[in-house]
Protein backbone atom coordinates (compact mmCIF):
# COMPACT_ATOMS: atom_id res chain seq x y z
CA UNK A 1 0.00 0.00 0.00
CA UNK A 2 1.37 3.55 -1.38
CA UNK A 3 0.79 7.04 -0.53
CA UNK A 4 1.13 9.69 -2.51
CA UNK A 5 0.20 13.82 -1.96
CA UNK A 6 -0.63 15.44 -4.92
CA UNK A 7 -0.41 19.06 -5.49
CA UNK A 8 -3.08 20.92 -7.14
CA UNK A 9 -1.70 24.22 -9.26
CA UNK A 10 -2.58 26.34 -11.62
CA UNK A 11 -6.15 26.05 -10.87
CA UNK A 12 -9.04 26.44 -8.46
CA UNK A 13 -9.24 23.07 -7.13
CA UNK A 14 -12.88 23.30 -6.88
CA UNK A 15 -12.59 23.49 -10.83
CA UNK A 16 -11.04 20.10 -10.63
CA UNK A 17 -13.14 18.86 -7.92
CA UNK A 18 -16.71 20.19 -8.37
CA UNK A 19 -18.95 21.50 -5.95
CA UNK A 20 -19.14 18.18 -3.45
CA UNK A 21 -16.37 16.89 -4.91
CA UNK A 22 -18.82 16.05 -7.47
CA UNK A 23 -16.44 15.69 -10.34
CA UNK A 24 -13.56 13.88 -7.41
CA UNK A 25 -16.54 11.07 -7.42
CA UNK A 26 -16.56 10.61 -10.69
CA UNK A 27 -12.83 10.35 -11.11
CA UNK A 28 -12.88 8.07 -8.36
CA UNK A 29 -15.21 5.48 -10.18
CA UNK A 30 -12.35 4.91 -12.77
CA UNK A 31 -10.15 4.10 -9.86
CA UNK A 32 -11.97 1.96 -7.64
CA UNK A 33 -8.91 0.28 -6.11
CA UNK A 34 -7.63 3.71 -5.04
CA UNK A 35 -8.70 5.75 -1.80
CA UNK A 36 -9.06 9.78 -2.52
CA UNK A 37 -9.21 12.74 0.07
CA UNK A 38 -8.77 15.94 -0.73
CA UNK A 39 -8.00 18.85 1.21
CA UNK A 40 -8.00 22.41 -0.64
CA UNK A 41 -5.04 22.18 -3.23
CA UNK A 42 -3.44 18.83 -1.89
CA UNK A 43 -5.04 15.22 -2.80
CA UNK A 44 -4.21 12.07 -1.63
CA UNK A 45 -4.50 9.30 -3.46
CA UNK A 46 -4.10 5.77 -1.12
CA UNK A 47 -3.47 2.75 -3.17
CA UNK A 48 -1.01 0.60 -5.39
CA UNK A 49 1.63 2.43 -6.20
CA UNK A 50 1.12 1.81 -9.71
CA UNK A 51 -2.48 2.85 -10.00
CA UNK A 52 -1.35 5.82 -8.13
CA UNK A 53 1.17 6.59 -10.64
CA UNK A 54 -1.40 6.27 -13.61
CA UNK A 55 -4.03 8.02 -11.49
CA UNK A 56 -1.86 10.94 -10.87
CA UNK A 57 -0.91 11.13 -14.70
CA UNK A 58 -4.67 11.39 -15.63
CA UNK A 59 -4.99 14.25 -12.62
CA UNK A 60 -1.98 16.02 -14.69
CA UNK A 61 -4.04 15.16 -17.83
CA UNK A 62 -7.17 17.40 -16.05
CA UNK A 63 -5.32 20.32 -14.90
CA UNK A 64 -3.53 21.36 -18.22
CA UNK A 65 -7.29 20.81 -20.06
CA UNK A 66 -8.65 23.45 -16.82
CA UNK A 67 -5.55 25.65 -17.57
CA UNK A 68 -6.67 25.91 -21.60
CA UNK A 69 -10.11 25.56 -21.40
CA UNK A 70 -11.36 26.76 -18.22
CA UNK A 71 -14.08 23.80 -17.37
CA UNK A 72 -13.88 20.43 -16.96
CA UNK A 73 -16.96 18.75 -17.36
CA UNK A 74 -17.77 14.71 -17.17
CA UNK A 75 -17.49 14.27 -20.75
CA UNK A 76 -14.50 15.81 -20.61
CA UNK A 77 -13.43 13.41 -17.79
CA UNK A 78 -14.33 10.40 -19.80
CA UNK A 79 -12.53 11.86 -22.79
CA UNK A 80 -9.38 12.18 -20.98
CA UNK A 81 -9.59 8.85 -19.54
CA UNK A 82 -8.72 7.43 -22.77
CA UNK A 83 -5.41 9.89 -23.52
CA UNK A 84 -2.01 9.15 -22.87
CA UNK A 85 -1.07 11.04 -20.07
CA UNK A 86 1.98 12.23 -22.22
CA UNK A 87 1.11 12.11 -25.96
CA UNK A 88 -2.63 13.50 -25.49
CA UNK A 89 -3.65 10.52 -28.43
CA UNK A 90 -6.44 7.86 -27.42
CA UNK A 91 -5.20 4.91 -25.72
CA UNK A 92 -7.09 1.61 -24.63
CA UNK A 93 -7.58 2.28 -20.99
CA UNK A 94 -5.90 -0.10 -18.57
CA UNK A 95 -6.50 -1.85 -15.66
CA UNK A 96 -10.42 -2.31 -14.79
CA UNK A 97 -11.08 0.14 -17.92
CA UNK A 98 -10.46 -1.50 -20.54
CA UNK A 99 -13.01 -1.38 -23.17
CA UNK A 100 -15.19 -4.37 -23.05
CA UNK A 101 -15.70 -4.70 -27.31
CA UNK A 102 -16.30 -1.62 -29.85
CA UNK A 103 -19.88 -0.96 -30.91
CA UNK A 104 -21.21 1.09 -33.94
CA UNK A 105 -19.33 4.23 -34.68
CA UNK A 106 -16.33 2.75 -33.03
CA UNK A 107 -18.64 3.20 -29.59
CA UNK A 108 -16.12 2.04 -26.92
CA UNK A 109 -18.56 -0.25 -24.72
CA UNK A 110 -16.71 -0.49 -21.65
CA UNK A 111 -17.80 -0.70 -17.97
CA UNK A 112 -17.68 3.15 -16.60
CA UNK A 113 -18.27 2.73 -12.89
CA UNK A 114 -16.83 0.82 -9.81
CA UNK A 115 -19.56 -1.96 -9.89
CA UNK A 116 -20.35 -2.01 -13.66
CA UNK A 117 -16.67 -2.86 -13.21
CA UNK A 118 -17.43 -5.36 -10.24
CA UNK A 119 -20.23 -6.69 -12.70
CA UNK A 120 -17.87 -7.79 -15.24
CA UNK A 121 -15.74 -9.42 -13.17
CA UNK A 122 -18.13 -11.15 -10.91
CA UNK A 123 -19.78 -12.16 -14.36
CA UNK A 124 -16.37 -14.02 -15.57
CA UNK A 125 -16.18 -15.63 -11.89
CA UNK A 126 -19.68 -17.19 -11.74
CA UNK A 127 -22.25 -18.63 -13.84
CA UNK A 128 -25.18 -16.18 -12.18
CA UNK A 129 -25.29 -12.98 -11.04
CA UNK A 130 -28.06 -10.77 -8.97
CA UNK A 131 -27.54 -6.67 -10.11
CA UNK A 132 -29.32 -4.80 -8.31
CA UNK A 133 -29.64 -1.36 -8.08
CA UNK A 134 -32.24 1.81 -9.39
CA UNK A 135 -32.74 2.55 -12.76
CA UNK A 136 -30.09 4.80 -14.89
CA UNK A 137 -27.07 2.97 -12.77
CA UNK A 138 -26.05 0.79 -16.22
CA UNK A 139 -27.27 -2.83 -14.91
CA UNK A 140 -29.11 -3.74 -17.80
CA UNK A 141 -26.87 -2.11 -20.42
CA UNK A 142 -23.58 -3.41 -19.20
CA UNK A 143 -25.60 -6.91 -18.78
CA UNK A 144 -25.84 -7.04 -22.49
CA UNK A 145 -22.70 -6.06 -23.37
CA UNK A 146 -21.09 -8.62 -21.91
CA UNK A 147 -23.57 -11.31 -23.65
CA UNK A 148 -22.87 -9.48 -26.52
CA UNK A 149 -18.95 -9.62 -25.78
CA UNK A 150 -19.56 -13.61 -25.08
CA UNK A 151 -21.19 -13.63 -28.38
CA UNK A 152 -18.68 -12.43 -30.33
CA UNK A 153 -16.12 -14.71 -28.64
CA UNK A 154 -17.98 -17.35 -29.27
CA UNK A 155 -18.29 -18.28 -25.54
CA UNK A 156 -22.12 -19.14 -26.08
CA UNK A 157 -24.29 -19.83 -29.55
CA UNK A 158 -27.13 -17.50 -28.42
CA UNK A 159 -28.54 -14.78 -26.15
CA UNK A 160 -31.68 -14.89 -24.77
CA UNK A 161 -33.04 -11.27 -22.86
CA UNK A 162 -36.31 -11.86 -21.48
CA UNK A 163 -38.41 -9.60 -19.15
CA UNK A 164 -41.58 -10.03 -17.14
CA UNK A 165 -44.66 -8.07 -19.28
CA UNK A 166 -46.14 -6.33 -16.22
CA UNK A 167 -47.64 -3.14 -16.70
CA UNK A 168 -46.34 0.02 -14.47
CA UNK A 169 -49.99 1.82 -14.34
CA UNK A 170 -50.65 0.97 -18.07
CA UNK A 171 -53.18 -2.14 -19.05
CA UNK A 172 -51.00 -4.44 -21.89
CA UNK A 173 -54.67 -5.89 -23.68
CA UNK A 174 -55.59 -2.26 -24.10
CA UNK A 175 -52.52 -1.77 -26.42
CA UNK A 176 -53.16 -2.14 -29.96
CA UNK A 177 -51.76 -4.45 -32.55
CA UNK A 178 -50.57 -7.95 -32.09
CA UNK A 179 -48.70 -9.85 -29.42
CA UNK A 180 -45.70 -8.39 -30.54
CA UNK A 181 -46.44 -5.59 -30.47
CA UNK A 182 -47.76 -5.25 -27.65
CA UNK A 183 -45.07 -6.72 -26.10
CA UNK A 184 -41.75 -4.63 -27.76
CA UNK A 185 -42.79 -1.63 -25.52
CA UNK A 186 -42.03 -3.79 -22.95
CA UNK A 187 -38.55 -4.93 -24.29
CA UNK A 188 -37.59 -1.40 -26.08
CA UNK A 189 -34.80 -0.66 -23.22
CA UNK A 190 -33.23 -4.32 -24.99
CA UNK A 191 -33.31 -2.92 -28.29
CA UNK A 192 -31.66 0.13 -27.38
CA UNK A 193 -28.95 -1.28 -25.94
CA UNK A 194 -28.15 -3.99 -29.14
CA UNK A 195 -28.33 -1.20 -31.15
CA UNK A 196 -25.74 0.59 -29.61
CA UNK A 197 -23.35 -2.80 -29.73
CA UNK A 198 -24.68 -4.52 -33.30
CA UNK A 199 -24.86 -3.24 -36.94
CA UNK A 200 -29.01 -2.74 -37.59
CA UNK A 201 -28.88 -5.33 -40.68
CA UNK A 202 -26.70 -7.68 -38.67
CA UNK A 203 -28.88 -7.52 -35.60
CA UNK A 204 -31.69 -8.08 -37.82
CA UNK A 205 -30.66 -11.14 -39.11
CA UNK A 206 -29.48 -12.22 -35.53
CA UNK A 207 -33.29 -11.82 -34.69
CA UNK A 208 -34.82 -13.61 -37.10
CA UNK A 209 -32.52 -16.71 -36.82
CA UNK A 210 -33.14 -16.80 -33.21
CA UNK A 211 -29.22 -15.82 -32.11
CA UNK A 212 -30.63 -13.11 -30.22
CA UNK A 213 -34.33 -14.20 -28.85
CA UNK A 214 -36.26 -11.30 -26.68
CA UNK A 215 -39.18 -12.56 -25.42
CA UNK A 216 -41.44 -12.32 -22.19
CA UNK A 217 -40.48 -14.53 -19.40
CA UNK A 218 -43.99 -16.71 -19.68
CA UNK A 219 -42.71 -18.25 -22.81
CA UNK A 220 -39.27 -19.52 -21.23
CA UNK A 221 -41.49 -22.27 -19.28
CA UNK A 222 -40.62 -25.78 -20.68
CA UNK A 223 -36.91 -24.87 -21.93
CA UNK A 224 -33.66 -25.83 -21.48
CA UNK A 225 -31.31 -23.28 -22.29
CA UNK A 226 -27.97 -24.45 -23.00
CA UNK A 227 -24.96 -22.59 -24.46
CA UNK A 228 -26.79 -19.05 -24.05
CA UNK A 229 -26.52 -16.31 -22.48
CA UNK A 230 -29.42 -15.10 -20.47
CA UNK A 231 -30.49 -11.64 -18.94
CA UNK A 232 -33.63 -11.53 -17.09
CA UNK A 233 -34.23 -7.98 -16.79
CA UNK A 234 -37.01 -6.24 -14.23
CA UNK A 235 -36.80 -9.39 -12.45
CA UNK A 236 -38.26 -7.20 -9.22
CA UNK A 237 -42.17 -7.83 -11.70
CA UNK A 238 -41.50 -11.99 -12.01
CA UNK A 239 -43.27 -13.63 -9.19
CA UNK A 240 -42.34 -16.54 -7.17
CA UNK A 241 -43.14 -19.02 -8.90
CA UNK A 242 -41.92 -17.24 -11.97
CA UNK A 243 -38.61 -16.66 -10.81
CA UNK A 244 -37.94 -20.36 -9.69
CA UNK A 245 -38.59 -21.78 -13.11
CA UNK A 246 -36.65 -19.38 -14.90
CA UNK A 247 -33.35 -20.14 -12.32
CA UNK A 248 -34.08 -23.72 -13.21
CA UNK A 249 -34.27 -22.95 -17.21
CA UNK A 250 -30.11 -23.03 -16.54
CA UNK A 251 -28.42 -25.39 -19.06
CA UNK A 252 -24.79 -26.73 -19.89
CA UNK A 253 -22.42 -23.76 -20.47
CA UNK A 254 -24.77 -21.39 -19.65
CA UNK A 255 -24.34 -17.64 -18.47
CA UNK A 256 -27.43 -15.69 -16.64
CA UNK A 257 -27.61 -12.55 -15.43
CA UNK A 258 -30.68 -10.87 -13.04
CA UNK A 259 -30.82 -7.27 -12.80
CA UNK A 260 -33.68 -5.45 -11.34
CA UNK A 261 -34.51 -2.50 -8.34
CA UNK A 262 -36.61 -4.07 -5.77
CA UNK A 263 -37.79 -0.09 -5.10
CA UNK A 264 -39.80 -0.40 -8.28
CA UNK A 265 -42.13 -3.27 -8.15
CA UNK A 266 -45.06 -3.39 -10.18
CA UNK A 267 -47.11 -6.61 -9.01
CA UNK A 268 -50.21 -6.40 -7.52
CA UNK A 269 -49.77 -5.87 -4.03
CA UNK A 270 -50.88 -9.10 -2.60
CA UNK A 271 -48.20 -11.09 -5.32
CA UNK A 272 -44.38 -10.63 -3.83
CA UNK A 273 -41.73 -10.14 -5.71
CA UNK A 274 -39.50 -13.37 -6.76
CA UNK A 275 -36.23 -11.33 -6.42
CA UNK A 276 -36.92 -10.35 -2.42
CA UNK A 277 -37.35 -14.39 -2.26
CA UNK A 278 -34.63 -15.63 -4.00
CA UNK A 279 -31.83 -13.10 -2.62
CA UNK A 280 -32.52 -14.54 0.61
CA UNK A 281 -33.20 -17.71 -0.85
CA UNK A 282 -30.11 -17.90 -2.53
CA UNK A 283 -27.32 -15.44 -0.60
CA UNK A 284 -23.98 -18.04 -0.14
CA UNK A 285 -24.70 -20.10 -2.66
CA UNK A 286 -21.42 -20.91 -4.37
CA UNK A 287 -20.96 -19.86 -7.86
CA UNK A 288 -23.74 -16.94 -7.81
CA UNK A 289 -22.53 -13.62 -7.62
CA UNK A 290 -24.53 -10.12 -5.79
CA UNK A 291 -23.72 -6.99 -7.11
CA UNK A 292 -25.57 -4.03 -5.85
CA UNK A 293 -25.47 -0.53 -7.71
CA UNK A 294 -26.34 2.60 -6.10
CA UNK A 295 -26.82 6.27 -7.06
CA UNK A 296 -22.69 7.06 -7.63
CA UNK A 297 -23.20 4.47 -10.52
CA UNK A 298 -25.87 6.55 -12.31
CA UNK A 299 -24.69 7.62 -15.89
CA UNK A 300 -28.32 9.54 -17.17
CA UNK A 301 -28.76 12.66 -16.29
CA UNK A 302 -27.37 14.35 -13.17
CA UNK A 303 -30.61 15.22 -12.08
CA UNK A 304 -31.27 11.39 -11.76
CA UNK A 305 -28.46 10.69 -9.09
CA UNK A 306 -30.35 13.53 -7.31
CA UNK A 307 -33.55 12.43 -7.53
CA UNK A 308 -33.07 8.68 -6.44
CA UNK A 309 -31.13 10.12 -3.34
CA UNK A 310 -33.79 11.92 -2.69
CA UNK A 311 -36.00 9.18 -2.87
CA UNK A 312 -34.11 6.85 -0.64
CA UNK A 313 -33.98 9.51 2.16
CA UNK A 314 -37.77 9.48 2.10
CA UNK A 315 -38.02 5.79 1.89
Known amino acids: MSERVIEISGINPIDLYGVNESKLNVIQNYFPKIKLIARGDLLKAIGDKEEISFFEGKIGLMIRHLIKYKQLTENNIERLMGEDTATGKSVTL ?6 LFYGNGGLVIKARTANQR ?58 PGDLKEKLDPYMQPLYDALRDMIPSEKLVEMLETGIIQIAPLAFMRGRTLDKSFVILDEAQNATESQFKMFLTRMGKSAKFIITGDPTQIDLPKRQPSGLIQALKVLEGVKGIGFVTFDENDVIRHKLVKAIIGAYKKVE
Open 94 to 99: KHDDEA
Open 118 to 175: KLVNESLENDMVFAIGPAGTGKTYTAVALAVRALKNKEVKRIILTRPAVESGENLGFL
